[in-house]
């Protein structure tokens, strides 16, 4: 029986701006075993880049969490007052994002700025963190570490950039690392060095992951459990090959149905199967499932009343008034 | 399939872009960033031809001098046979009719002051030929041929979504009856469900107006899809050129081997059998003296070193810029 490391209970994070209450997060349940790596899947407006800033609490006004629970390590994540949050933030949870340029600090060098978060969660003098610094750079396989701690990130490659990051990250020794669209930017082969390299270092380090993408090839390769988000919902939940191999929510067949595969032999006449529509203004969300107007399976009932998300199978669970059929 | 000797419509030949920075001081010598440098590849009429690398190969930069957005530092187009790089400003028209563009950024490329079917007609607008209600009856016949309801047309560009946008792009591309687009990472910025319809779009326009497009993308996936024909490019170097199947089942260049393997595949049940590139893209101010990809490549020997390799006819179609195999 693994340790449950991280569980999000009934998560709300709404945003209160001028022209209405965005729900981008509108009531979800996630667990993160020890060990495991989560993918949060969706595409724009889905709510898993809020989820993700609403564990670290970084979540900004007009944006606010307005209810549920995150429970790590004996404690509601929520209920932390902002220096007890600060402790945890970087240290036993951090986070890496899309964009290393504009995730670090453009006038220190890289081995500066990991040292910097190494400092301020341990007790260490400037010329051992520093030291740490230069160990979380070999460790992240950046080639002559102790002079590249020294360089400032407009001298590195996005691919070394996001290996700081992850030094950055990692340097604490944290228990759960959340990894925001790290590779989007950077290119095939490079995205490949960098997914190499957080696999390596779970194992390496006992870090657990929760991984945000809308790529379903990188899913399918490093992730374990797999949650589906739409419009602020969870709309599935299952471990991977169940996902893959038997999808029950319409939203998450049709993604899998409509993206060109590399591993397939289509003539290039052959049409993709389509979601029709567009993804939902979180302004104008109507009363019933808020995926029922793209649904080519929906039925009367989707319309009205959305449907409540429901474990179908052990360990596989779904949003769907017709999963059960 | 037809013999590339047939049909070329469109006619690559030794392109070079180089831009020229001053790297220190008032009195050295500006340093060349070889964007791109010596392309050469051919584009048969009715055919897709896919163009694929990584960011900084130089892709989007060779697209913007075909198009003269951008002016070749050096080499030749010819389009439909006759060569576009020589021609001045004012019979340029004539080929911008021919040759269309979308772009990636469905957001910076529209007008934001401009409603939607002023900015189809536009071009119609700049092209003349046509009194103003036809321009606008034109306008609305694209509006529809791309999906976009009539009640749009007088919406302006942040009342669509990204996919929207782009469809409109689209319908301002094939305003004046190209014959040739060349799309520029027309899908990047659109959410997966979304970069699915417009595929489908964009095969459907091809089908219906015969048009040949020149498809250029990161996503080796969409490329695979949508191409006929393939070429590699990496460091402003053209590395390889074959059909879709040619080169995603038996790649012959190093760099098109560790691209495609480096794709992760939307499959769990299969297991990952793949060998990570090592190193970074070399700095285009800086790069490696002979072959481009020598440094990163690990079948590489000591003329990798000295020489950069030719684009060579390796089998019937099939080109390849390696030693290894010359």
């Known amino acids: 029986m693994r340790e449950k490391l991280l569980t999000i209970k009934d998560l709300q994070t709404h945003f209160f701006t001028e022209s209405g209450v965005v729900k981008a997060v509108d009531q979800i349940d996630l667990e993160l075993d020890q060990g495991d790596t989560l993918g949060l899947v969706g595409e724009s407006g889905c709510g898993k880049s809020v989820t993700a800033l609403s564990i670290m609490r970084l979540i900004d006004p007009p944006g606010k969490i307005v209810a549920g629970r995150i429970l790590f390590s004996n404690q509601d994540l929520l209920l932390l007052g902002d220096s007890a949050m600060e402790k945890i933030r970087g240290n036993q949870i951090s986070m890496i994002f899309q964009e290393p340029m504009t995730s670090l600090n453009p006038v220190f060098s890289i081995g500066t700025q990991i040292a910097e978060t190494v400092r301020t969660h341990r007790c260490l003098s400037p010329k051992e963190s520093l030291d740490v610094a230069i160990q979380m750079l070999d460790l992240v396989k950046i080639p002559s570490p102790r002079q590249r701690a020294q360089d400032y990130p407009h001298e590195l490659s996005g691919g070394m950039r996001q290996r700081v990051m992850i030094a950055i990250a990692l340097s604490c020794q944290p228990s759960i690392l959340i990894a925001d669209e790290p590779t989007t930017a950077l290119g095939v082969t490079i995205q490949a060095q960098i997914m190499d390299l957080i696999e390596q270092l779970k194992e390496k380090t006992g870090t657990s992951v929760i991984l945000i993408t809308h790529d379903l090839g990188v899913i399918a390769e490093t992730a374990q459990f797999v949650a589906v988000m739409y419009a602020g919902k969870v709309m599935e939940y299952a471990n991977i090959k169940t996902l893959f191999g038997e999808p029950l929510h319409p939203y998450t067949s049709g993604l899998m149905r409509c993206i060109p595969r590399i591993d397939a032999e289509t003539d290039r006449r052959n049409r993709l199967h389509i979601i029709p529509g567009i993804v939902p203004n979180l302004l104008e969300l109507g009363r019933g499932c808020k995926f029922h107007d793209r649904c080519e399976r929906r039925i009367a009932v989707c319309e009205q009343e959305e449907p409540e998300i429901l474990q179908v199978y052990e360990g596989h669970w779904v949003r769907c008034w017709r999963a059960q059929e | ?326």
């Open chain 2, 1 to 326: 399939m037809p013999r590339l000797s047939q049909s070329e419509f469109l006619i690559v030949r030794n392109l070079r872009k180089y831009y020229y920075t001053a790297k220190a001081g008032l009195f050295s010598r500006p340093f060349p960033i070889k964007a791109v440098d010596g392309v050469t590849f051919t584009v048969i009429k009715g055919e897709s031809f896919g163009l694929v690398g990584e960011s900084g190969c130089g892709k989007s930069t060779l697209a913007r001098c075909i198009i003269r957005l951008e002016e070749p530092t050096g080499g030749e187009v010819f389009l439909g046979g006759e060569g576009i790089l020589a021609l001045p400003k004012k019979e340029l028209q004539a080929f911008r009719q021919k040759m269309q563009i979308i772009f990636q950024d469905p957001y910076s490329s529209l007008n934001p002051r401009k409603k939607a079917l002023d900015i189809i007609a536009e071009p119609l607008v700049i092209r003349g030929g046509l009194d103003r209600k036809d321009r606008l009856e034109r306008a609305r016949w694209l509006m529809s041929i791309v999906g976009l309801r009539p009640e749009m047309e007088a919406r302006y560009p942040h009342e669509f979504s990204g996919g929207q946008r782009q469809r409109i792009g689209i319908a301002r591309a094939l305003a004046l009856n190209p014959e040739l687009i060349i799309a520029d990472e027309p899908l990047s910025a659109l959410d997966v469900s979304i970069q699915a319809q417009v595929i489908n779009l964009l095969q459907d326009l091809q089908d219906q107006f015969q048009l040949t497009y020149l498809f250029i993308s990161h996503d080796l996936s969409i490329v695979k899809h949508v191409s006929d024909r393939v070429g590699v490019m990496y460091l402003g170097h053209l590395v390889e050129i074959g059909t879709r199947n040619q080169v995603y089942t038996h790649p012959l260049h190093p760099y098109s081997q560790a691209l495609l393997q480096s794709v992760p595949v939307p499959n769990p049940f299969v297991p990952r059998k793949r060998w990570v590139l090592e190193g970074d893209v070399p700095s285009p101010l800086n790069p490696p003296k002979g072959c481009p990809f020598h440094p990163r490549c690990s079948k590489h020997f000591s003329t990798c070193q000295e020489e950069r390799p030719e684009l060579r006819e390796i089998a019937p179609d099939q080109f390849v810029a390696c030693h290894l195999d010359a």
